[in-house]
């Protein structure tokens, strides 16, 4: 069975203050693909980022930093210095090989406050 | 050009009015989805076009009726809808299968339903 489990529903941070957004998932597949999207208020999600599970690289791009541990089944992300515009909410989401459907976690809003 | 245009962005309609839901992408994905998503929740896949042909259908009850006229094109069409229905519909495309690839996504509709 394929789960995503987003444990925190809602968490506020004063803006420069990193937070972290955590995600655990479940799946009987060898090759599978993480996700996490963003969706501000304005409705449609955005794409940040996919991590096969054969690439335990951690990754950076600019504040946003994520951590893949196959180990634990997480893939957790940072925001580093936050910012109002960060405001949103994000959703982990689990694929897999042949697969044409997404299982999203139940997502966490972060708000920034200024 | 990564955008998913979706139109109408808002949309009230009785329980016995007909009206359609239109989608564009110019990014040459051959792959089409159809999301709902109620508040505070995650998207739930409604109807996935693959090269222009119908290849899921998530138990969606037939007041929901999709149509792909070309590869750049998805509609749906809405019939005697309930209020329960009322929600955010998003539309997405993504180059290869959603659970390996990155989905784009559009705005959404917001649909109320009186």
């Known amino acids: 069975a394929q789960k995503v489990t987003q444990a925190q529903t809602e968490i506020s941070v004063v803006e420069k203050e990193d937070v972290t957004l955590d995600c655990v998932y479940e799946t009987r597949d060898t090759t599978y693909y993480l996700f996490w999207y963003k969706q501000p208020p304005s409705g449609e999600l955005v794409f940040l980022i996919r991590?096969?599970?054969?690439?335990?690289q951690n990754e950076i791009s600019g504040r946003y930093s994520w951590n893949f541990q196959k180990s634990t089944s997480s893939f957790n992300f940072t925001i580093t210095a936050s910012q109002v515009v960060d405001s949103a909410v994000y959703f982990c989401?689990?694929?897999?090989?042949?697969?044409?459907?997404?299982?999203f976690g139940t997502g966490t809003r972060l708000t920034v406050i200024p | 050009d990564t955008e998913v245009t979706q139109t109408p962005k808002h949309l009230v309609m009785g329980m016995t009015n007909k009206k359609s839901l239109k989608c564009e992408q110019h990014?040459?994905?051959?792959?089409m989805y159809w999301y709902k998503q109620k508040a505070k929740k995650p998207p739930e896949l409604m109807f996935v076009y693959s090269y222009e042909k119908l290849s899921i259908n998530e138990s969606v009850p037939s007041r929901f009726s999709p149509e792909c006229p070309n590869s750049s094109l998805l509609n749906l069409h809405l019939h005697a809808l309930q209020p329960e229905d009322s929600a955010l519909y998003l539309c997405?495309?993504?180059?290869?299968?959603?659970?390996?690839?990155?989905?784009?996504f559009g705005q959404g509709t917001r649909l109320t339903v009186v």
């Open positions: 997405a495309s993504s180059q290869g299968l959603t659970g390996s690839t990155e989905a784009f």
């Open positions: 989401a689990l694929g897999s090989t042949g697969a044409n459907n997404l299982f």
């Open positions: 991590r096969n599970s054969f690439d335990e």
């Open positions: 990014m040459g994905h051959r792959a």
